[in-house]
């Protein structure tokens, strides 16, 4: 059994706060969006987290997602069904990206995705709140993430996706215990019907941010880059935005960090990276709104970030501003080749919305935006194994003379 949950857990929880108005709710209820109807953010006694623990209680623990337990809302370990939440390694892009890329390589965790870390904690959370059915609208990863979990702690789940979801997504999603329902439509379609059914008191709505505690898992991501950086952070952030759970946990986490006095003010400049055939956060960036209008008739092969309305784009605009960063779109031929050129020529097998960070890379680089000499992470969030690929279709017959040459 992991060392970081063998005793009964202790949380620091105070409440939850509406992100837009800032009003209290109270912790250990089941809430969904604000009355505002913006996402909560859940608020921490962290002058007593400074007390508890230091930062060398953490790094005496085993590198897992569980070692950063005061800062999580779980109150009872007994109710987190965990999979394996292991630390990701920060693996260097050499040739493909350069001397000072690193990918965040979140595909070897549970189901293969970082979806893992949002849903390990949103139905730890929800079991511990006494939820028994959830609903989801899912581009693929997060619903398979919350079929493992759900299923593991005997919560019953019904996933809605778009019906050109990526096979692989669907078929994880039927084998590991959940309904799942191929919509003609786009996310935010699905989400309409989740929404419907959750009105009706039909089940719990479990989309992005919808529900407060996947922030709280992929805060993480931002937890595990301060330790692996030495309590220091890279320079730059190159993160694919979808409903940007992970870009809004990072920046929370990063002011976590500072208040517990374990990091200093410094933030990296963080990149929104999203598809040239959605980029509706681009769009209000580059015209100076604080919220961000429906993008039509979105497309793009990277179906994780194909997503063309999120609830918390004020959140994820709000942190690329403060970080002096940008959002960048990328067309999907960049994706394909910045994709193929990590395979290729560094080993590495890219999720297209990792391939999108490190098209987007190249051209922050080649605009100014970030120099050579900048600390880099990119964010490869699934393994690049649940996506097409080319075909290799040679074939050899053995039972003929073979050309040793031309092999
Ligand atoms: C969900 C997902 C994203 C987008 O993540 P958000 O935090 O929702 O913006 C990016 N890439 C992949 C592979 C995903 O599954």
């Known amino acids: 059994m992991n060392q970081n949950l063998t005793t009964d857990r202790q949380t620091f929880v105070t409440h939850l706060e509406c992100s837009i108005t800032g009003e209290r709710y109270e912790a250990d209820q089941l809430h969904g969006l604000s009355r505002a109807g913006r996402p909560l953010l859940v608020r921490y006694d962290l002058d007593a987290v400074r007390t ?15 070692r950063w337990r005061e800062l999580l809302p779980v109150r009872h370990t007994s109710n987190i069904v965990s999979l394996g939440e292991i630390e990701t390694p920060l693996v260097p892009l050499t040739k493909s990206g350069g001397p000072n890329v690193l990918v965040k390589d979140e595909g070897r965790l549970p189901t293969g995705s970082f979806k893992a870390r949002g849903l390990v904690m949103a139905v730890a959370m929800a ?67 989740v ?26 991501m931002g937890l595990e880059l ?5 309590w220091k952070l890279p320079d730059a952030i190159f993160y694919p935005t979808g409903g940007g759970t992970g870009l809004i946990g990072m920046w929370k986490a990063f002011d976590e960090l500072e208040k517990l006095g374990w990091i200093g003010s410094e933030r990296p400049k963080m990149f929104a990276v999203q598809a040239s055939g959605c980029a509706p956060i681009v769009r209000a960036f580059e015209a100076g709104e604080e919220h ?35 959002a960048l779109a990328v067309g999907d031929p960049a994706i394909l080749k910045a994709v193929d050129a990590a395979a290729k020529q560094d080993g590495l097998l890219l999720c297209p919305e990792g391939g999108a960070t490190l098209a987007a890379y190249h051209q922050a680089l080649n605009t100014g935006l970030v120099d050579e000499d900048d600390k880099v992470v990119l964010f ?28």
């Open 52 to 66: 508890a623990i230091s930062r060398d209680t953490i790094e005496a623990r085993p590198t897992d997602l569980w």
């Open 127 to 193: 079991k511990e709140l006494g939820v028994t059915k959830i609903a989801m609208p899912t581009n693929g990863n997060a619903g398979a993430a919350l079929a493992a979990y759900a299923t593991r702690c005997g919560i019953e789940t019904i996933v809605f996706c778009p019906d050109d979801t990526p096979e692989i997504n669907v078929r994880e999603i039927a084998m590991q215990g959940a309904r799942v329902w191929r919509v003609n439509g786009l996310i935010d379609d699905c989400g309409a019907i």
């Open 195 to 220: 929404g419907k059914g959750a009105a009706e008191g039909r089940w719990f709505d479990f989309s992005t941010l919808k529900e407060p505690y996947r922030i709280e898992g992929k805060k993480t």
């Open 226 to 230: 301060a330790a692996q950086f030495g």
């Open 292 to 326: 961000a209008e429906r993008w039509e008739d979105a497309s793009t092969v990277a179906a994780g970030i194909r997503v063309p309305k999120a609830v918390g784009d004020f959140l994820i605009l709000r942190a690329v501003r403060e970080s002096g960063g940008k």
């Open 380 to 407: 490869n969030c699934a393994t690049g194994l649940k996506y097409p690929m080319p075909e290799a279709p040679q074939a050899l017959d053995r039972t003929r003379p073979i050309d040793f040459d031309a092999l």
